[in-house]
């Protein structure tokens, strides 16, 4: 009876995993539109910030841009709030990214500066956008993808290893009492054999 019961609540526990799995399916399939669009916005954006950069180090050098970079730390204040919530029953960080731009001139001027160096400011703060919106996407949907394997291993083990196993166990334990069950018939069969013919004889 007991074996019964296990072999009973792990069939219900690889019926609901496999719901579960289906879930998951179902989730990663939806994300992966997103997870798509993410990654190439923020490669557009990482290959255009590349070539503002390049052509700004052509024109000013690596040292001019390296001093206005410096320089505008002061001006620009990004932050940076990571939170774990739960979202579709997995825990995943939640990324809020703002960066705060104090109203002062800039830390340079227009002479002896490259004519791309507001187009690459402006791109890299494109570039951290798109990259905290598609770092929650991507750290998401890797979650969801750990968590589907976790619980498709678990289905394998259920279905291969452990239920097959409770069955023979149950077979094994109905195989001997049936067997017991028949050599008492005999048994009993026969003692009625030998109570009958003493009772003939007497």
Known sequence: MALRKRLSFAIKGATFLEFRREQLMFQISNLWNDYLKGRSEFMITYKKSLSYLNKTYREMGKNGLNLISKLSRIQYKPRIHIENIKKMGILVSQLDYEIFEEEKLPAYTFDGTSHYIEDLINSLKELLENISQFSEIEDLILKISINFKNVNRR????????IPK????????????????????????????????QQEIF
Do not use: C, P
Request: hydrophobic share 40%.
């Open 155 to 162: 289905i394998n083990g259920l279905k291969n290893v452990i």
């Open 166 to 197: 409770l069955k023979v166990d149950i077979k094994q334990i109905k195989d001997s009492l049936e067997e017991i069950e028949r050599e008492n018939y005999v048994r009993l069969k026969k003692t009625k054999d030998i109570i009958i013919k």
